[in-house]
């Protein structure tokens, strides 16, 4: 069995090298091929974290306003579909199949997830639960990692006609790909979550397998992005009342090259984010006025950036210990700030600020921490946001923060300037649903986002 199960990942790894990713969604799997059917078979396929944990999509972070580059880094990017990319160009925004890009791996990790559940359902393995539970909740992860690139945002009164994700529910290339709406992706996303839920532990033997408090959290960051607040407050507390433990960032020597530790008590998923050009660490600069935000006393200001000897500001605030790549999954802080503003949502501010306090005095030098208060729900949401952005930098998650601000009004626009060019980005904008790309769609003959 195990020499047959190295067979079937060798001639996986082979099919899936050879089709690209213009082929992924619809070339024909091989039959023949020798399928696991141990327990122990299909959690290896699971722990495959080169296909599974990382390479989580990095469209957002190169299109948002956390970063910028300059025009010589922009320049150097050897694809021109980055720099479309980055200059929020309508179409041809994804690189080729040979360098890889979001779509591709975002399907070859909900492909892993289907075989898994396939595998089990079809030879009926006992004592499955964890596995099932772990390949649910990366199905789900993996579609709502996806859904903030290429959807536009969650809103009630569109989400059962705008366009949503094609719905790979099942590891047969035989099926072919159709777009969903929004609310049928979301809908998936909560099925699968609620289930993961159910079968999960509590905490698994590593933060390199999803746990029950990993599923409660992607169900209040769910609910966020959807707007749901009086749903996303109990699933924040829920998983909060597993797993609240912060790091304290006065224990921290902020003045190393990464100060963050890797497989730190906030990390509930070590996911990492894809590192495509215009978001490598060696290329992608932070505003002094993002800078500047910070207070003296935040210790975030020194933990979280380095200063270069030409003067750019660079992020240095990873979770994962080093430049090995960005994390995305959701954290114990951010649980706290999604508590946060869902309290100051429902008009709770008393325990809105009280989270968010309760968060950021472990950010301050010990002493130095004055609490903040507001007086209505607006204040409150207007300090939490703030926060929020400065709090989760380069996680991959302002871009969705951007789309469900401007769907509630808040009129943000983007802009970016390269060699003089001044390129815009205005609220609501069809480009907030970036591109699919182009080869994917002739391929399946899937509509395309509109633009």
């Not at 779509?103 to 559940?117: D, G, P, Q």
């Not at 998936?188 to 599923?215: E, F």
């Not at 000897?309 to 660079?314: E, K, L, T, V, Y």
């Not at 949401?381 to 509630?408: M, S, T």
Request: hydrophobic share 40%.
């Amino acid at each position: 069995m195990k020499k047959s199960f190295k067979i079937t990942l060798g001639l996986l790894s082979v099919v899936m090298i050879l089709t690209g990713c213009n082929r992924f969604l619809d070339e024909k799997s091989d039959s023949t091929l020798a399928v696991p059917v141990s327990l122990e078979d299909n959690q290896a396929l699971m722990d495959r974290l080169s296909d599974v944990m990382i390479n989580f999509a990095s469209s957002g972070l190169a299109s948002c306003d956390e970063l910028y580059l300059s025009d010589a880094d922009f320049d150097a990017m050897e694809y021109q579909e980055d720099k479309r990319l980055y200059t929020w160009q309508k179409d041809h925004v994804s690189a080729s199949q040979g360098a890889g890009n979001d779509w591709y791996y975002t399907y070859k990790a909900i492909y892993i997830s289907n075989v898994v559940l396939n595998n089990l359902d079809s030879y009926a393995i006992l004592g499955a639960e964890n596995v099932r539970g772990q390949a649910l909740a990366m199905r789900a992860i993996r579609y709502l990692d996806a859904a903030q690139i290429w959807c536009p945002a969650y809103s009630s009164d569109k989400a059962s006609t705008d366009l949503g994700l094609p719905l790979r529910l099942d590891p047969d290339m035989n099926i072919t790909s159709q777009r969903s709406t929004v609310k049928q992706t979301y809908d998936q996303i909560l099925k699968d979550l609620q289930q993961a839920v159910d079968l999960l532990p509590v905490k698994q033997v590593a933060a390199s397998r999803p746990s029950k408090v990993t599923a409660l959290g992607y169900l209040a960051r769910t609910y966020l992005f959807m707007g749901d607040y009086q749903k996303s407050l109990p699933y924040a507390l829920q998983a909060l009342s597993y797993q609240n433990t912060l790091v304290d960032f006065n224990t921290l020597n902020v003045t190393e090259s990464y100060p963050i530790k890797d497989m730190n008590p906030e990390v509930l998923l070590r996911t990492t984010m894809r590192i495509s050009a215009p978001v490598r660490f060696a290329a992608a600069k932070v505003t002094d006025t993002l800078y500047q935000s910070y207070n003296a006393n935040d210790l975030r200001k020194s933990a979280y950036f380095r200063i270069n000897a030409n003067g750019d500001i660079s992020f240095k605030g990873n979770y994962t210990g080093g430049s090995s790549g960005k994390i995305t999954s959701v954290a114990v802080d951010e649980l706290y700030l999604i508590a946060a503003e869902s309290y100051a949502q429902t008009n709770d501010i008393t325990n809105a600020m009280m989270m968010l306090n309760n968060l950021l005095i472990k950010r301050w030098k010990t002493g130095t921490y004055i609490p903040f208060t507001a007086g209505s729900k607006q204040e409150a949401l207007a300090i939490i946001k703030k926060e929020r952005c400065k709090e989760l930098l380069f996680r991959g998650i302002r871009w969705a923060d951007l789309k469900r601000y401007n769907r509630d009004g808040a009129n943000i626009t983007l802009t970016r300037t390269i060699h003089g060019q001044t390129y815009t980005l205005p609220p609501n904008d069809l480009r907030y649903a970036i591109a699919i790309p182009e080869d994917i769609i002739s391929l399946s003959g899937m509509p395309q986002n509109p633009r």
